[in-house]
């Protein structure tokens, strides 16, 4: 299924050919440093930049063999430079190979997320400041509270958006780590460097410390913050499918021209894009935790984290580059009804100016108890008799006793609510 929707930048990331590649771009700069240090000719270091290549069905027919991937690669590499490649992997373990070319690959990833962050970003504040002013209803359980605006739930994603992006970028820095310490981390038969040289020219920083390869606090780092981005699509996508219910019908996910919703319904416009993604961050959420797992290896390396990472760690990035891709489609083209949302107002009686009742009447000096018990009682009863909430408190002696009409006017006049949506826009878009 993952295969179907890749995106074309992210998916080439994983594939074998590119992964060797990262893996002949390491040992080149390898041999590089090394020639730097004297250590290898020059002339054969030129006939191993102009020879190094490899094949993927050769490396695969090696290890059907020889069993390890690495020895495998090193030797179809060895078959295109000839007598010269005695200088390849020279003093390096495997670890240092595929530790540093696994943080490349991860650095690469993060930036085609943060370009898909930047851009769904971008949606984000066109269509808070499209809906800015548009009121709805808000909701606490489900239940009216008071009212907002439409455009108040994309400022919240745009801001949590913002905060996925800086993780990110830090996740990027953290992840962005080279390692050629040898066997154990103790420079045995490397010189330090060698490291410092290498990680220079792959725009890395060397690991302080490692034992036979980088610590996996790293890479679960990395993926807990794919699984937060995950999390953040979920609430969203979530808040939809809820818009989109037909008891409520105040936004539902583009449908487009010739799709069908049901096999059996030919009525039916279901939110299959937001439960798509619902289900996914279902995935992202369990590599993190895989990922957790990883942290703990026997003494200084097992290769348990192996197999779990050739998973999780490709499948996370595509997942989330796939995510953010079609949220960003779906919400460009949100279909929004505001008729809708004035009606679905309407379904409470006004109700949910219960809190501003509750306040004038303290501000007239009533304690909170009895005024909480008056504006309750006709806040019950307007909702058992499906009478207007502001009525019957005109109608009530004891609310009459402290507030005249004008007053209950101003308390049900929608612009207290709106007073301060300039300056919440403020804060979250003055950056």
Wanted: hydrophobic fraction near 40%; proline fraction near 3%; charged fraction near 30%.
């Amino acid at each position: 299924m993952i295969a179907r929707y890749t995106r074309k930048e992210m998916g080439r990331l994983w594939e074998p050919e590119n992964r060797f590649s990262k893996w002949l771009e390491v040992e080149i700069a390898a041999c590089e440093a090394w020639a730097e240090l004297g250590k290898v000719p020059l002339k054969s270091l030129e006939i191993i930049r102009k020879k190094a290549g490899f094949s993927v069905g050769r490396i695969d027919e090696i290890e059907a063999v020889v069993r390890h991937d690495v020895i495998a690669f090193l030797t179809s590499v060895a078959e295109t430079i000839g007598p010269e490649s005695r200088y390849v992997h020279k003093g390096l373990t495997s670890s240092d190979v595929v530790d540093t070319a696994q943080s490349l690959l991860m650095k690469e990833a993060a930036d085609i997320i943060i370009k898909d962050l930047k851009k769904f970003m971008g949606v984000l504040s066109v269509q808070a400041h499209r809906y800015k002013n548009t009121v709805c209803i808000g909701r606490s359980h489900g239940v009216h509270a008071e009212p907002m605006t439409f455009g108040l739930k994309f400022a919240l994603w745009y801001e949590e958006a913002g905060r996925n992006l800086s993780r990110m970028e830090r996740a990027k820095k953290t992840i962005s780590i080279g390692k050629f310490s040898g066997a154990v981390g103790t420079f045995s038969n490397i010189p330090v460097e060698i490291e410092e040289k290498v990680c220079k020219k792959l725009g890395l920083k060397p690991e302080p410390i490692a034992t036979q390869v980088v610590q996996r606090d790293r890479h679960a780092e990395y993926l807990s913050t794919l699984a937060i981005i995950a999390a953040s699509i979920e609430k969203i996508v979530v808040e939809i499918r809820h818009l989109q219910r037909t008891e409520v019908l105040e936004a539902e996910e583009p449908f487009a021209k010739g799709q069908k919703g049901s096999s059996a319904m030919p009525h039916k416009r279901n939110p299959v894009g937001c439960e798509n993604l619902t289900g996914l961050a279902r995935v992202v959420r369990s590599n993190a935790l895989a990922s957790f797992e990883n942290v703990a290896l026997w003494h200084e390396r097992d290769i348990s984290h192996s197999s779990v990472e050739r998973i999780i760690i490709p499948d996370s990035t595509i997942l989330i580059d796939y995510m953010l891709d079609r949220l960003t489609g779906i919400l460009s083209d949100l279909q929004v009804y505001p008729d809708r949302m004035k009606e679905n107002m309407g379904r409470s009686y006004g109700l949910y100016n219960s809190q501003n009742a509750l306040i004038s009447l303290t501000e007239k000096g009533m304690t909170r108890e009895d005024a909480y018990a008056i504006v309750q009682r006709n806040a019950m009863k307007s909702w058992k008799t499906k009478k207007d909430f502001k009525g019957l408190l005109l109608k009530d002696r004891d609310v009459r006793k402290y507030l005249s009409a004008k007053e209950l006017d101003n308390i049900f006049d929608l612009k207290n609510y709106f007073k301060q949506i300039d300056y919440i826009f403020g804060r979250v878009f003055k950056k």
